[in-house]
């Protein structure tokens, strides 16, 4: 009498019914793994969202101290030189802020997406040569 693992009752398996299951149950621990990390990804997502909000609405805040601290300069200047020449200077000094802003993220973002990784183009040689170097 056959069971369903391809032997008789009280015989052994053979060698390729146990690689048979041994190759079905890496596939199965593999497919598992991968449900485990995409549910682990997922949490993380999810716990993320909150502190994301909190930070979008700090900087929606900081935004509305920051015009607040400008028209307040502004109101401060006018009656010594001018709202129209308070309202202009004002605004050169909210470009000059952005610009230094902008040139400080720019920079930022290019040392973060510059730093070589595993994941480097070894045409242009590989880590070997450079630890001889040195």
Do not use: C, W
Not at 19 to 48: F, P, Q, T, Y
Not at 80 to 86: C, D, F, Q, R, S
Request: charge should be negative.
């Amino acid at each position: 009498m056959h069971n369903p693992q391809g032997h008789q009752d009280g015989d052994t398996p053979s060698l390729g019914t146990l690689v048979e299951r041994l190759i079905n149950d890496g596939r199965d621990m593999l497919s598992a793994e991968a449900k485990l990390a995409v549910a682990h990804a997922e949490r993380r997502a999810v716990l993320a969202l909150r502190p994301l909000g909190m930070f979008a609405g700090a900087v929606v805040v900081a935004l509305i101290a920051l015009v607040a601290v400008h028209v307040g300069i502004a109101a401060a200047l006018a009656p010594l030189i001018g709202v129209a020449p308070a309202l202009l200077l004002v605004a050169a000094l909210a470009s000059v802020e952005a610009f230094v802003l902008l040139r400080a993220g720019k920079a930022a973002l290019a040392r973060a997406l510059d730093q070589d990784g595993p994941e480097r183009n070894y045409t242009e040689g590989s880590r070997d040569d450079e630890i001889e170097d040195y």
